[in-house]
């Protein structure tokens, strides 16, 4: 699997970023997203279809609203991905996760290729301990003092959180490990990856964590971008750009000059799916094995341990 990949147009490597929409608004991440389509990234926004009745934990703008959904559906026609973050900022049974897929379809055309679980929503699929195994798993809890314990239920039949099969019919790519490291595939080689452990996801994707400005410019610092370079290897960088990308209209200016920097190299800006369909015919369909699984599962819970990882 070191072997390199011979990325289209004789690219180098490949660079993108699944925004966690946690907290964004059309306002705080619209000079981002001019940002970076000016510099030809194409990346992939997460939404909420639909607006939740209840105060979340953590919020922000969903696609019932007017202007932010007209902005949302103008970064999709100018050639940004649309990706899911449930069907809105707090927990949703199985009705509502399909009304919420339902809704982004009819604004957005088809349904969404891509998926990550938003924080504590209790039909987030495979997630808190069962997103481990074995003696993983029990770290895990040991770690979180079981307070995760059978809290989420995507995948648990007969839940009324339960959308796993809708999931598994609608949803082609769902974000799993994150690890501090700029290159994704060199931590994660075979993805896209099936793992028949978790039947209702058709692919898993890891990603390179920076959830807000400090640690993504940590990430993607110069020396990371070189080596990603050197290494012709693949960057999915999993953040929140409503976490300080953006002060006022003015970006960040370290934010500003890595990312300039960046795509004045030879890169594949594509959105996230772009990228995964690439490499899920470069590599065949990949169903990971019991010591594939293991190792990411024993590094994901040591940058946990360590760095806090999410
Ligand atoms: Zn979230």
Known sequence: MSRKIRWPDGRAFAFTVFDDTDRATA????????????????????????????????????????????????????????????????????EDTIRGLDTFARYFGHDPATHANHADNAEAIYWGEDRLSGM????????????????????????????????????????????????????????????????????????????????????????AQDRLEAEGGACIMYTHFAYGFQEGRDLQPRFERLLRRLAGKNGWFVP??????????HNGRNVITDRERASLERRWLFNKVFRGTS
């Open 136 to 223: 993983y798993r029990a770290g895990y809890n040991l770690l979180t003092q079981f307070r995760n314990r059978g809290r989420f239920r995507g995948h648990r039949e007969g839940d009324p959180c339960f959308w796993g099969d809708v999931c598994k019919s609608r949803i082609k790519y769902v974000r799993n490990f994150v690890y501090s490291e700029m290159n994704t595939l060199r931590l994660c080689p075979f993805m896209p990856y099936h793992d028949p452990q978790r039947p209702y996801v058709n692919y898993w994707f890891a990603s390179s964590e920076g959830p807000e400005v400090g640690a993504f410019n940590g990430c993607v610092a110069e020396a």
């Open 272 to 281: 996230v799916s772009r990228l995964l369909d690439f490499l899920l015919e």
């Open 27 to 94: 306002e705080n991440i619209r000079e981002v997203y001019a940002f970076l389509k000016d510099l030809g990234m194409f990346t992939t926004k997460s939404v909420w279809p639909i607006r939740g009745k209840e105060t979340p934990r953590i919020g922000g703008a969903t696609c019932d609203d007017g202007d932010y959904c007209d902005f949302v559906r103008r970064l999709h026609a100018e050639g940004f991905e649309i990706g899911f973050h449930n069907a809105t900022f707090h927990s949703s049974c199985r």
